[in-house]
């Protein structure tokens, strides 16, 4: 089995900032991409950010320039840097890693974090 657990989440005030990890554990070949989505009320789950395993990274328009997502190998996790923080930003954020064990490619899920943005 496979786990992703995030931190960091929180409340702040608009133009603050927050950083979220999330760790993945268990059973483990190797971590593919990695990604933070969130979900907003009333509103689908969008993908923020996303890396790959060779460090190319993607962004939604939205977090450009404002958000930052990082990887550290050894320690199988994932960062999520966000400054200048939106009240638009508020949302439950996931994190979300495609993962190898020795035969296949799995996607997991962590069990979300909420990030609040007060104006």
């Known amino acids: ?20 990890s999330c760790v993945a554990s268990g059973r483990i070949f190797r971590v593919n991409a990695m990604g933070w989505y969130r979900q907003a009320p009333g509103k689908q789950r969008e993908l923020v950010a996303s890396i790959s395993r060779t460090n190319n990274t993607d962004y939604t328009d939205s977090v450009k320039g404002r958000f ?10 994932v960062y999520l840097q966000m400054n200048s923080l939106k009240p638009e930003d ?4 996931y994190c979300e ?10 996607r997991y899920w962590g069990q979300g974090t909420q990030v609040t943005v007060s104006s």
């Open 97 to 106: 890693a495609k993962i190898t064990d020795l035969i296949r490619e799995y």
């Open 1 to 20: 089995q496979v786990q992703l657990v995030e931190s960091g989440g929180g409340l702040v005030q608009a133009g603050e900032s927050l950083r979220l």
């Open 68 to 77: 930052t997502i990082s990887r550290d190998f050894a320690k199988n996790t």
């Open 90 to 93: 508020t949302a439950v954020y």
